[in-house]
């Protein structure tokens, strides 16, 4: 295993200024945000342990919430970043639900249910809010008939928030993924390849029926999730030979428990749905990697006059193929969390989901041979803090 060039400083240590880092050999840091509505503070935690430790992406991916995470990253300067990823979350969570809340999960239990139903009821402040009157009492091709609620007070949280000149100039690559409301096709909104607004962060996160879908160009779009919910697969399939370290964030665990009741089985069900099989997919493109390399030493192996221009050409492409650590988070359900986690805004359970981004991520960042690069013949590894034992 190669050495790790600086250790970053350990979570939490007071610093001045974080020091931009990264391991030996590494020329790319990725931060992978999946959706999941109201969890997404857990990401908001996972990126201040990173920022704390100075480790700042190069290219932030996101889908839905995810999304609108990355676009707060890749439209602040590092220094701002965190600030304004706090400013988001508190202002969308910004309502009271109970005044005092007993200990207990049965306690806990009702009051993130009525906090479900006021989001149900009211929206969210900078956020989304009720349409009136809703689609079932407006005829079809009305503003209101395809949705529940309005998406501009989020239009407005992004103006405030993100600096849409600074995504557009680059500095850190963003993608944010939608699905074509006709076609049903997947697509990647990129500053590489075009000029990203508020609008394709808001495709990406509207989720039907909820959310109305945003008109982009000529073309309608709907939130990513409902195709892929991570969007990893669009780091992986470029090929563009960079050694590159991922942050991969997933909100909703494939792995779960046997449900007991209807409420476990709403849950589930969702889980199952939106974990988008991230293990799936770092199994086929690792499965990938080696076949690659599998064949370049067998191309290797047959003199070059035996080759055609074609067979040189791939074999001088497989000799340089990148390397990727993957350090995988996922959140880990409360016990008294209902199928509603997604829509449960409350400043409470925000705080909670970021505060566990923030723990899982620093014990990601004390495994210290984890952040270096594979070694020579690896291709892809993957890390997960809470599978350690198949690590």
């Known amino acids: ?38 969890l997404g503070a857990y990401q908001g ?3 201040q342990a990173l920022h704390e430790a100075g480790i700042e992406p190069d290219w932030v991916a996101g889908v839905s919430i995810g999304g609108i995470n990355s676009a707060i ?35 806990r239990r009702a009051r993130n249910a009525a906090s479900s139903w006021l989001t149900m009821a009211f929206g969210q402040p900078g956020f989304f809010s009720p349409y009136s009157p809703g689609p079932w009492f407006s005829p079809a091709g009305a503003k209101q008939a395809t949705s529940y609620y309005d998406s501009e007070p989020l239009r407005q949280t992004l103006l405030d928030l993100v600096d849409f000149d600074l995504v557009n100039k680059g500095n850190c690559r963003f993608s944010v993924g939608a699905v074509n409301v006709l076609s049903g096709n997947f697509k990647y909104f990129d500053n590489r390849t075009e000029v990203i607004g508020p609008e394709h ?5 509207a989720l039907p029926p ?18 892929s919910n991570t969007p990893l697969q669009h780091l992986l399939e470029h090929d563009d030979c960079i050694n ?14 046997l449900p007991r009741d209807m409420q476990d089985v709403m849950g589930r069900h969702k889980d199952i749905m939106y974990s988008s099989r991230t293990r799936y997919t770092t199994d086929v493109y690792r499965q990938l990697q080696t076949w690659k390399m599998r064949l370049h030493r067998a191309l290797t192996r047959v003199p070059d006059a035996e080759l055609t221009d074609e067979e040189r050409h791939l074999k001088h492409q497989l000799a340089d193929l990148p390397e990727i650590t993957i350090l995988h988070l996922i959140y880990q359900q409360k016990a008294y969390e209902g199928h509603a986690k997604d829509y449960e805004f409350s400043a409470t359970s925000m705080h909670e989901h970021w505060q566990s ?19 020579d013949g690896a291709g892809i590894v993957v890390h997960d803090v809470h599978r350690e034992d198949e690590a």
């Open 1 to 38: 295993m190669d050495a790790v060039v600086s250790i970053p400083p350990a979570p939490g240590e007071p610093t001045d200024k974080p020091t931009p880092w990264r391991p030996e050999r590494c020329q790319r840091i990725a931060l992978v945000l999946q959706g999941g509505g109201a």
């Open 45 to 47: 935690g996972v990126y």
């Open 73 to 107: 990253i890749a439209g602040n300067p590092p220094e701002r970043r965190l600030e304004r990823l706090q400013a988001f979350w508190d202002r969308i969570t910004d309502r009271k639900v109970w005044l005092y809340t007993p200990d207990g999960d049965v306690f």
């Open 201 to 205: 962060v808001m495709a990406s996160g």
């Open 210 to 227: 909820a959310l109305p879908m945003v008109k982009i160009g000529t073309d309608h779009f709907w939130d990513g999730g409902i195709v």
């Open 244 to 257: 590159t370290l991922i942050f991969q964030v997933d909100l909703f665990s494939a792995r779960g428990t």
């Open 357 to 375: 981004g923030y723990e899982d991520t620093k014990r990601t960042l004390k495994r210290k041979d984890w952040l270096a690069m594979p070694p």
